[in-house]
T-cell receptor, first 113, second 112 residues
């Protein structure tokens, strides 16, 4: 069955370290997204990609970067982790088009000490 | 800024009863898509129902239906015959011009 996976599921790091969160989907979807979920804010869009070599900034992109070298993967990098980036991170994918359902990964809980 | 507002942080319903979750949004666009997602304790986000803004007919998916009022920018979710498995966080969201925005969520409790 097609799926979307994230790794690691839990991560503890220190302020200033570089961190990369992995996202892998086997749906063959063109669209991929990264969100963060914080209490009281719902989900907020960090970056998104509509295909290989395409990346775009979302609502809260400062301090994050992504790259899309193939259809299946969209890794999220925190260049220099900050305590404000402690959150639960969700990756999602969908077919092209705004109406299509986004399929979400299980989430990664990141703690920055 | 475009926003999605869910004014009910928590709601409670008796099993087999009906409950309505509220959602309002703010946009100057005319073409967009609206969604309700459910997040149970497992944390997995699941699509409940969706609506295209240009369609006047309200979407329905089994026990779930929406009341879409475009002029009022309102998109409420009605859950009929509530079941224990409906207990979850519910998020309203829209997709407008490559921007996906979610509300802060409503926690629904179902009492047996």
């Amino acid at each position: 069955d097609a799926e979307i996976t994230q790794s690691p599921r839990h991560k503890i790091t220190e302020t200033g370290r570089q961190v990369t969160l992995a996202c892998h989907q086997t749906w063959n979807h063109n669209n991929m997204f990264w969100y963060r979920q914080d209490l009281g804010h719902g989900l907020r869009l960090i970056h998104y990609s509509y295909g290989v070599q395409d990346t775009n900034k979302g609502e809260v992109s400062d301090g994050y970067s992504v790259s899309r070298s193939n259809t299946e993967d969209l890794p999220l990098t925190l260049e220099s982790a900050a305590s404000s980036q402690t959150s639960v991170y969700f990756c999602a994918s969908s077919l092209s088009g705004g109406y299509n359902e986004q399929f979400f990964g299980p989430g990664t809980r990141l703690t920055v000490l | 800024a475009q926003t999605v507002t869910q004014s009910q942080p928590e709601m409670s319903v008796q099993e087999a009863e009906t409950v309505t979750l509220s959602c309002t949004y703010d946009t100057s666009e005319s073409d967009y898509y609206l969604f309700w997602y459910k997040q149970p304790p497992s944390r997995q986000m699941i699509l409940v129902i969706r609506q295209e803004a240009y369609k006047q007919q309200n979407a329905t998916e089994n026990r779930f239906s929406v009341n879409f009022q475009k002029a009022a920018k309102s998109f409420s979710l009605k859950i009929s015959d509530s079941q224990l498995g409906d207990a979850a966080m519910y998020f309203c969201a829209y997709h407008i011009n490559n921007d996906m925005r979610f509300g802060a969520g409503t926690r629904l409790t179902v009492k047996p």
